[in-house]
């Protein structure tokens, strides 16, 4: 049963344009969402995170957005550059849950110069 | 800054043997994460510890263990590599319930 989905396995983008990553979720007990980014042969690293409290968090170039009736959030970058091609993974965990998250199946970002 | 070390980037070995990675975190974390990494599957969790020799099993334990005898090392266990264990293996630690911090990972080959 996967809690947390990302149903594009890839996305390519022109350098300077909008990236927007989807991910959905079926728990409704999750109340923290996070974006990791992962390049190959690396550690996946923290990027962004939102609280079920809010729907818009942003940091620089990276906003993320949660919709929660509809148990939605996405990463939208702007604007894409060519060092931002990697692996994004998202992320949901429970309060309650001693920080374990749960992972989507990643999206492949491509930026293209 | 956090530094989640794993001990081997690259391991291969053989069907049937037992197989120990290592991690360390130097930032005093509660809680220690082991995730393995697969193609199209994302990031599954095996293990995690939220203290020392506390240990709860993940969505896919099956064919692993852990032990952590001091706060700031978690070791994973395969007790007998089988070939659908190879896989990119990636421990993590954090504090409370704030981010996980990741190692390199490890990446396994059993043949």
């Known amino acids: 049963d996967q809690q947390v989905k990302q149903n594009s396995p890839s996305l390519s983008v022109q350098e300077g344009r909008i990236s927007i990553l989807n991910c959905d979720y079926t728990?409704?007990?999750?109340?923290?969402f996070l974006w990791y980014k992962k390049y190959p042969a690396e550690g996946p690293t923290f990027l962004i995170s939102?609280?079920?409290?809010?729907d818009k968090n942003e940091d620089g170039r990276f906003t993320v957005f949660l919709n929660k009736s509809a148990k939605h959030l996405s990463l939208h970058i702007v604007p894409s550059q060519p060092g931002d091609s990697a692996v994004y993974f998202c992320?949901?965990?429970?309060?309650?849950?001693?920080?374990?998250?749960?992972f989507g199946q990643g999206t492949i970002l491509t930026v293209h110069p | 800054d956090v530094k989640v070390t794993q001990s081997s980037r690259y391991l291969v070995k053989r069907t049937g043997e037992k197989v120990f990675l290592e991690c360390v975190q130097d930032?005093?974390?509660?809680?220690m994460f082991w995730y393995r990494q697969d193609p199209g599957l994302g990031l599954r969790l095996i293990y995690f510890?939220?203290?020392?020799?506390?240990?709860e099993k993940g969505d896919i334990p099956e064919g692993y263990s852990v032990s952590r005898e001091k706060k700031e090392r978690f070791s994973l266990i395969l007790e007998s590599a089988s070939t659908n264990q190879t896989s990119m293996y990636l421990c993590?630690?954090?504090?409370?319930?704030?981010?996980?911090?990741f190692g390199s990972g490890t990446q396994l080959s059993v043949l």
């Open positions: 993590a630690s954090s504090l409370n319930n704030e981010k996980l911090f």
């Open positions: 728990n409704s007990m999750f109340d923290y």
């Open positions: 939102i609280s079920s409290i809010k």
């Open positions: 992320a949901a965990s429970e309060s309650t849950s001693y920080g374990k998250l749960t």
């Open positions: 930032m005093d974390h509660e809680n």
């Open positions: 510890s939220y203290d020392v020799k506390m240990k």
